[in-house]
């Protein structure tokens, strides 16, 4: 899960590097401020395949970080990421 605020084209380049040793990738960047971060309040925009981020782990992970979840769409491209 990479929490670093970077464009698509990185990504999708971390994505491909970490698949092909057969890790999976979410891109995951983090919006939020310290005190946002103690409240448990930070603000985390997910993409990738929807297996990955429907599993028990990656729910905690984000539980762990806000809470409250919104999914405001899915699609599914030929690279993968939703």
Known sequence: ???CTIGIDAAK???QIL???GIEYLDSPVS???FRAE???LVSMVSGQLRIKSTQTTRGI?????SR???TRSR???EGFE
Do not use: I
């Open 13 to 15: 380049l971390n994505a």
């Open 76 to 78: 599914t491209t030929d």
């Open 19 to 21: 698949n092909e040793v």
């Open 39 to 41: 409240e448990g309040a």
């Open 69 to 71: 979840r919104y999914r």
């Open 1 to 3: 899960m990479d929490t």
């Open 62 to 66: 984000f539980a762990s970080r806000s």
């Open 32 to 34: 939020g401020l310290k």
